[in-house]
Nanobody, 130 residues
Framework: QVQLVESGGRLVQAGDSLRLSCAASGRTFSRYAMGWFRQAPGKEREFLAAISWTGRNTYYADSVKGRFTISRDNGKKTVSLQMTSLKPEDTCVYSC???????????????????????WGQGTQVTVSS
């Protein structure tokens, strides 16, 4: 069992930067890849970024590549999402998720699908005003 708690979401202006954090407890955090997703009302969950269990490899959705950066601190059991140049269309609930396979060493492309994650946080709201 693992618990994930996101924080950092708030109202910001277009062009601002924001850092989201996800704190994990329970299962051995360092053994699992982690991902960030977002979901707007009435829309499907959208993949944003994934990071390997070592932290050495990352993978991004084209929509956020170059603007968002995922990182992790296994000692602190946290994964973060640094977001820059925020746009009104980035307004969403952002959630972190934990992979269901320990020590996954394959392509993180295959961790861009929600079905690959078995634990989710409750989400944090990011609102970007124009």
């Amino acid at each position: 069992q693992v618990q994930l708690v996101e924080s950092g979401g708030r109202l910001v202006q277009a062009g601002d930067s924001l850092r989201l954090s996800c704190a994990a407890s329970g299962r051995t955090f360092s053994r699992y890849a982690m991902g960030w997703f977002r979901q707007a009302p009435g829309k499907e969950r959208e993949f944003l970024a994934a990071i390997s269990w070592t932290g050495r490899n990352t993978y991004y959705a084209d929509s956020v590549k170059g603007r968002f950066t995922i990182s992790r601190d296994n000692g602190k059991k946290t994964v973060s999402l640094q977001m820059t140049s925020l746009k009104p269309e980035d307004t969403c609930v952002y959630s972190c998720a934990a992979d269901d396979e320990p020590f996954y060493s394959g392509s993180l492309y295959y961790r861009s699908h929600p079905v690959e994650y078995d634990y989710w946080g409750q989400g944090t709201q990011v609102t970007v005003s124009s």
